[in-house]
């Protein structure tokens, strides 16, 4: 596996079931980002995490919190979930946030719909 | 707030050239870029502009100028495979990269 891995590609939930998405990145980076991209909206930032410290936490309701085990994997559990939710969230994962270009290496991301 | 604006669609024919307009009103400003998104695919990184000017890379080219808070990317040779959505992004602080809505570019025969 190469580049950032994200699973599952398709998700379709009820409100009250539990599920997690996983983000795996095999390029050695140092931080990962998890973004959300509804239709005909930009992409919005979620959470950054900096070897395995939470650095940035964007205006994201509470019932969303990650987990980061250690700096390759990034999970975002699913529960509680509401109808807005849906939508396809992407990772990305970077180098060094703090130098240079910083660019952003994305997964292909994981499509998520709540009924 | 972040304000990023860039055209909705655009349409051109094979071999031709598209350029893509983005303005920006950001609380800070550590580069912009520009990713390429194929539908149900990752975005794709293209260009960085830190410095205003222009940075050619091939077929694709970006221009910045901070004072005007404007960017372009253009697209020369218009290929078939080059039908994607185009992101013009503003890095702000040390994490924080925040996105344009997106252009989707149509290639036609």
């Known amino acids: 596996e190469t580049g950032v891995t994200q699973t599952p590609r398709h998700l379709v939930m009820g409100m009250t079931n539990k599920k997690s998405l996983k983000c795996e990145q095999h390029?050695?980076?140092?931080?990962m980002y998890w973004y959300k991209q509804s239709a005909k909206k930009p992409l919005e930032l979620m959470f950054v995490y900096s070897l395995e410290e939470r650095v940035e936490n964007n205006s994201v309701p509470s019932r969303f919190s990650p987990e980061c085990p250690n700096s390759s994997h990034l999970f975002l559990p699913l529960h509680p979930l509401q109808p807005e939710d849906s939508a396809l969230y992407l990772c990305?994962?970077?180098?060094?946030?703090?130098?240079?270009?910083?660019?952003?290496?994305f997964g292909a991301g994981s499509r998520l719909t709540v009924l | 707030g972040q304000n990023i604006d860039q055209p909705t669609e655009m349409t051109a024919t094979e071999g031709a050239i598209v350029q893509i307009n983005c303005t920006y009103q950001?609380?800070?400003?550590?580069?912009l870029f520009w990713y390429q998104q194929h539908a149900g695919e990752a975005p794709t990184f293209l260009s960085y502009?830190?410095?205003?000017g222009l940075e050619e890379k091939g077929r694709f080219s970006s221009f910045l100028s901070r004072s005007k808070g404007y960017s372009y990317l253009l697209l020369k040779e218009l290929q078939m495979k080059d039908s994607a959505s185009y992101l013009c992004?503003?890095?702000?602080?040390?994490?924080?990269?925040?996105f344009g809505a997106g252009t989707t570019v149509t290639v036609r025969a």
């Open positions: 992004a503003v890095r702000d602080g040390d994490y924080k990269l925040s």
């Open positions: 990305a994962s970077s180098q060094d946030p703090a130098s240079g270009a910083n660019v952003l290496t």
């Open positions: 390029l050695g980076h140092n931080a």
């Open positions: 502009n830190v410095l205003d």
């Open positions: 950001t609380s800070g400003f550590n580069g």
